[in-house]
């Protein structure tokens, strides 16, 4: 492989991995933070791309598009999280394969949703920014993966920052860290989850404009995310928002790689085998605490 | 004796309530999932069939029921879906799901029971199975009939040098292996390929390495998310100027809804179809015009030229079969199947032994002039330009890709 398109693989593995870890942020709070098993994540992101599209027939870019549905979606995650204490968590230690089979049915309500309403047709969104492509000479970068490049890093930062310099941020960490002993300091952990979970689900909204950004949705796509996404969280280290970009570009920039080098196929496995090996190393995941 | 009279007329109700019982015909066929929007559209054309045979008595003078499930283009599905029809349902016709991937895995469950089925496009599905009662309804028969029309297109236009790209699944893999099998006995040389899995987000990166290695020609084997997706990295990232070919087995490229949201990405794409405005089979404008309305009403692929027609004309097969034999034995209808032409709004049909078409015909058409989000202009000739089989050709090629791109 030529120098230059090894740079260019590398390029590429950088605007891919950005797009996995904005995907997978919000499951790293859900899942990572909160230990909740919300299998459901990719479908309600698949919902976030198709509310965009709705949005998109009235005008609206997508990005904005997506941010605007934000509120709507943490009100959407504040409701799912207190229906799944309410129904399984405060009902004790078997929770999590309920709730298990709780998230895959929500997830599998939101497809057969997506399907009564638009059918089973792929959808697509227009703006400015796809379709065309930043041209550095023969080097030409989709505009579409710069976005969700700059999408990625924005909401790496304002999660991080949130978490780590808010009075409701460090909350949501001590939560993660410790419920009983918040519990005895007066603070209510389920409604600090409640309120983790809505952001969780708030910035899927954002997540979801981005997949319909990059590529056409269909109701069933949330399929091809389930694994990635955990993927990515497990190998951040589960919790860490950093560690989410860092494993996002891991498996992006591998990916592209072997993809020039030994051949798509080959991607995946080599991806998932470099997770088996990290967690090998290091089972707590690369930022793990 | 009064023993035997009951049992008598035990057997003459059984047998008239055998007579009077509905022709059970059963099919898995996707709804969702990435094949869903054709599978619904074939769906419908199917429905046309029955409720016009029915209109005419049915089929031996009992009525004639569709029984449907959705295989969610998922091929693990099938298997379960089929048995259900057979053992549970009834059936006593099998219609196969429509594409390769979700019919492979019931090839050896009907060749072991000895079944009748009735292809539903799928690719060389029969090739290791050699299952002697597979008809297929789709225009191709090996990866000579469908890659030919788009090698010797390429070839008289000067193209030496040839790119693959493939989806790592059944169809693509068959298609692929056999185009570069062609290529190679042609000729041409081969400078790029590459297997992708089926879960590819993005193609930028193999859309640079094509254009790195510069070929003549791209032949493609995409299913339909992958076809898009394909599409639109191609306009972003380009091919590069040696390109003169870009296209060949696209799978979702014949969707209306694909069509309408690509619009103008399509222009130059050269690619396979199994019927476009232009080509003149008796009946085909009449069903199209009853299908535009049904499509409407049940919100499906308003156009219907790719999937319907052929999937109508599985029924129309199967009605005139059923006439000639006066019988559903399988076994009968397949003798029959294989020894007689059948007329259809695709035109005549017959098979050679190995179940697929004996006169393939499969157009490869090139997209020019299309606008961005308009669907009534694919009803317009020369839309879709036919540059292959010479009986339907519309007109030559424009090439290089990157000049047809631009709506030459």
């Excluded at chain 2, 089929?59 to 057979?86: F, H, W």
């Excluded at chain 2, 053992?87 to 492979?104: E, F, H, M, N, S």
């Excluded at chain 2, 640079?208 to 003549?216: E, G, N």
């Excluded at chain 2, 961005?372 to 090439?399: A, C, T």
Aim: with cysteine.
């Amino acid at each position: 492989m030529s120098f230059e398109l090894l740079l260019e693989a590398i390029v590429f593995g950088v605007l891919l991995g950005c797009f996995y870890a904005a995907v997978s942020i919000g499951l790293s709070v859900a899942f990572g933070l909160l230990d909740v098993p919300h299998v459901a994540h990719p479908a309600i992101m698949v919902l976030g791309s198709y509310c965009t599209y709705v949005l998109g027939r009235y005008g609206w870019d997508p990005i904005v598009a997506g941010i605007a549905l934000m509120p709507l979606f943490f009100l959407l995650g504040v409701a799912i999280y207190r229906f799944y204490y309410e129904s399984f968590e405060k009902r004790g230690s078997d929770a999590g394969v309920r709730g298990l089979a709780f998230f895959f049915g929500l997830a599998f309500i939101i497809e057969v949703g997506l399907i009564l309403v638009f059918g089973v047709d792929q959808r697509m969104v227009e703006a400015a920014y796809i379709g065309r492509s930043l041209a550095l000479g023969e080097f030409r970068i989709p505009w579409r993966m710069v976005v969700a490049f700059g999408v990625a890093l924005a909401l790496t930062a304002g999660l991080t920052i949130y978490l780590s310099r808010t009075f409701t941020g460090r909350a949501i960490k001590a939560v993660a860290q410790d419920e009983p002993a918040l519990r005895l300091m007066g603070a209510n952990p389920v409604r600090i989850k409640q309120w983790a979970f809505g952001i969780a689900t708030g910035v899927t909204a954002l997540a979801g404009a981005m997949l319909i950004v990059v590529g056409p949705v269909e109701p069933s796509l949330d399929r091809v995310y389930i694994g990635r996404t955990f993927a990515v969280v497990v190998l951040a280290g589960l919790g860490s928002m950093t560690g989410t970009l860092a494993a996002g570009l891991i498996l992006g920039i591998s990916e592209s790689i072997v993809l020039m080098q030994f051949g798509a196929s080959w991607a995946p496995a080599v991806a998932f085998g470099l997770l088996l090996v990290a967690l090998g190393i290091r089972p707590q995941g690369l930022f793990g605490r | 004796m009064r023993f035997v009279s009951f049992i008598l007329g035990l057997a003459f109700s059984a047998a008239a309530l055998a007579q009077s019982a509905p022709v059970k015909i059963g099919i898995g066929i996707a709804q969702t999932g990435t094949l869903g929007g054709g599978g619904k559209a074939a769906l419908l054309a199917l429905q046309m069939w029955v409720e016009d045979v029915n209109a005419r008595g049915g089929l031996l003078g009992r009525k004639v029921e569709l029984l449907a499930y959705d295989d969610q283009s998922n091929p693990a599905t099938t298997p379960g879906i089929y048995t259900k029809l057979l053992d549970v349902d009834k059936v006593d016709l099998l219609i196969a799901p429509y594409g390769t991937v979700p019919t492979a895995p019931i090839m050896p469950l009907v060749k072991q029971r000895g079944l009748l089925l009735m292809g539903n496009f799928s690719f060389q599905v029969n090739h290791t199975v050699k299952h002697d009662m597979w008809f297929n309804n789709a225009p191709w028969g090996d990866a000579t009939s469908w890659t030919e029309g788009f090698l010797r297109i390429g070839q008289n236009i000067g193209a030496q040098t040839i790119a693959f790209i493939a989806a790592d699944q059944e169809f693509a893999q068959n298609l692929a292996n056999g185009a570069k099998e062609i290529a190679k006995k042609s000729g041409l040389k081969t400078v790029y390929e590459q297997n992708y899995p089926p879960a590819t987000v993005d193609f930028s990166a193999m859309i640079r390495a094509i254009r790195a290695a510069k070929p003549d020609m791209v032949f493609v084997c995409s299913y339909p998310n992958d076809s898009v997706a394909i599409v639109r990295a191609v306009n972003e990232i380009g091919v590069g100027p040696t390109v003169k070919l870009f296209g060949g087995g696209m799978v979702g490229l014949q969707f209306t809804p694909v069509m309408e949201s690509l619009g103008s990405s399509l222009n130059g794409i050269v690619n396979y179809h199994s019927y476009v405005p232009g080509m003149k089979y008796p009946g085909i404008e009449d069903f199209l015009q009853r299908y535009a309305k049904k499509a409407a009403e049940a919100k499906v692929d308003p156009l219907g030229f790719y999937l319907p027609p052929f999937n109508y004309a599985i029924g129309q097969i199967l009605e005139q079969a059923v006439a000639a034999t006066k019988s559903l034995d399988q076994k009968l209808l397949a003798k029959h199947l294989h020894g007689h032409e059948f007329n259809t709004i695709v035109g005549p049909i017959s098979w050679g032994p190995d179940g697929e078409r004996a006169r393939p015909a499969v157009p490869m058409i090139q997209f020019r002039n299309v606008a961005d989000k308009n669907v009534e202009q694919f009803r317009q000739i020369g839309k879709q330009v036919i540059l292959h089989p010479p009986q339907f050709k519309s007109g030559d090629p424009v090439v290089p890709y990157e000049k047809a791109r631009g709506g030459n």
